[in-house]
């Protein structure tokens, strides 16, 4: 198993369901991940090592996954500079509003790359563009898949 590249982390075990859907592009574009659970509120030490340690690793971009009140992404983007996706989990109360608004309105200074309520897919799609950008082979992988998503797409409407 190479070195991964892509740290996919979630603030809960319950948040697994949603966040796997990560995992289907990086492994389509032949990208090593690793997954683990990192809690802002509930394992701040833990939350601190990983931050601190990422980059260290290896790691090159990081998916922040959480639900409610989830100040997971915003934490990592103010502990490390690795660049940090963020994917609001649908909460049971709310559903993923919370997350939402929690995630994406971040003070000036300190970025996360925000996708939509539950689109851990794309999350993982971002972290492979970022990735591409210093990969060549990793890039012409990225147009193919393009192309064949373009290609899957009917254009007659069945009635
Ligand atoms: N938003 C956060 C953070 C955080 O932001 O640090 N840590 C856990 N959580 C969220 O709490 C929700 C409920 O968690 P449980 O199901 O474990 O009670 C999950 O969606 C998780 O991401």
Known sequence: MSQAQVSII????????AMEDALAPLETLGIAYETRVVSAHR??????????????????????GAGGSAHLAGMVA?????????????????????????????PRGVAVACQGIGNAFNAGLMAAQMLALSDPELTRRLIDWRHSQSQAVVEEVRG
């Not at 979630?10 to 369901?17: E, K, L, N, P, V």
């Open 43 to 64: 394992t701040p030490d833990r939350l601190y090592r990983f931050c601190q340690e990422a980059h260290l690793r290896g790691i090159r971009v990081i998916i922040a």
């Open 78 to 106: 103010a502990i490390t500079h690795l660049p940090v996706v963020a994917v609001p989990v649908s909460s049971r109360d709310l559903k993923g509003m919370d997350s939402l608004m929690s995630m994406v309105q971040m």
């Open 10 to 17: 979630m603030g809960s075990q319950s948040d697994w369901t």
